[in-house]
Structure formats: C-alpha cells, structure tokens
T-cell receptor
C-alpha cells in the first residue's frame, strides 16, 4: 500500500493564480481531510469528507474548495491564490471517524504564494 | 472553543535521558487524544492514541497518559536516542470529529 499520496511536493504560485492539490489514498478509507500548517503552528482543518459526494467545512475553509467524486481521491482547489495561503498542506484519511480510528497523513505539499 | 497547548516549545537533551512532553487542553469533552511525530519535510506519524475512557497507552519506549478531568496529557520517552529527534504534536478529537492540534514540541537528542 502506498498509503496517502500528495502531489505536487512543492509549488510556487503568483497572487491570483489557481491550482489543485491532489490527494489519493489506497486504504479504502471513508474519511478524508485537508489540513494546513503555518510555520511554528499546529495543523488546522480546512475541509473534510465522510464519503464520496459528501464534504464539509472545517475551521479555515475560506479561499478553498473541495470535491470527492471517488473514495480514493480528495483534491483541494485554491482559487485566486493569496500570500496568506502560503503554508504546508497535509491530506489525511481514516477508515471511519470513530474515537479509535487513527488518521494517516500524506507527506505534504509546500505552497508559496508570491 | 477547544485549545491545545504544548510545553515546552523546544527541548534539547543528551542521549539516554528520560524525558516528558506536556500537552494541555481546555475542553474535557474529547473523544480521544493522539500523539504524533513529525520529521522535517515529512508527514505526521501517529505514535499513540488514547481513548477518552483510557488513562494511558504504551508502545515500546513511549508511554502516554491522559487525565481528562484536569485537561492534561504527558508523553514519556525512556532512554532517548538521537533518532527520537523530531517535532511531537498532540491532538484532541472533539465532538465534531476533527482533530485540534497543539503547536508541537521540537525535541533534539544530542549524541
């Protein structure tokens, strides 16, 4: 199993550009999450999904959009990139959202907006 | 609103020492608490998960405790090694199902 994979690893955007961060998992997990981690800070939840076709906002959703058309994939779309979106983005997945379920994380995408 | 605090922010110890990392949270209504390890440029690796009904969990040289009533957890690392150098993150799972993270403790173990 590859686990949770993310592409690209690094990206530099200009203000106003758009891009999609890709996330895929091969563990047949129902739940998937997007977090961002700013320097010296903990992770904050952007969006999450409890299954294909179902998404919901997390703590910091503004400026982002998501879709979940398959169990495996959960892309994150940035529209009109702003310097405040410079961060490291982590995708995670878990089988369910039960208290016993561990979240498995991808290696992250480091995004810089100039 | 749930807030998670980790103390200290950074810690440097000589190899072989036993050490304790601290985590506190403001709302005791949690489903579980997890300790993660984060290596530079890498994702997070789950170390230990303690359910709200449990008091502690152990894995090898790691032991994590949970005191819900006081809003505290500790991660104990025995006989530290240079390979333990990393940032350790504490996260609590609340009623909405999302993880709320602390800022982490950056640990450096000197040979």
């Amino acid at each position: 199993n590859a686990g949770v994979t993310q592409t690209p690893k690094f990206r530099i955007l200009k203000i106003g550009q758009s891009m999609t961060l890709q996330c895929a998992q091969d563990m047949n997990h129902n739940y998937m999450y997007w977090y961002r981690q700013d320097p010296g800070m903990g992770l904050k939840l952007i969006y999450y999904s409890v299954g294909a076709g179902i998404t919901d906002k997390g703590e910091v959703p503004n400026g982002y959009n998501v879709s979940r058309s398959t169990t495996e994939d959960f892309p994150l779309r940035l529209e009109l990139a702003a310097p405040s979106q410079t961060s490291v983005y982590f995708c995670a997945s878990s089988y369910h959202g039960r208290p016993t379920d561990t979240q498995y994380f991808g290696p992250g995408t480091r995004l810089t907006v100039l | 609103k749930q807030e998670v605090t980790q103390i200290p922010a950074a810690l440097s110890v000589p190899e072989g020492e036993n050490l304790v990392l601290n985590c506190s949270f403001t709302d005791s209504a949690i489903y579980n608490l997890q300790w993660f390890r984060q290596d530079p440029g890498k994702g997070l690796t789950s170390l230990l998960l303690i359910q709200s009904s449990q008091r502690e969990q152990t894995s090898g040289r790691l032991n994590a405790s949970l005191d819900k009533s006081s809003g505290r957890s500790t991660l104990y690392i025995a006989a530290s090694q240079p390979g333990d150098s990393a940032t350790y993150l504490c996260a609590v799972k609340g009623s909405q199902g999302n993880l709320i993270f602390g800022k982490g403790t950056k640990l450096s173990v000197k040979p």
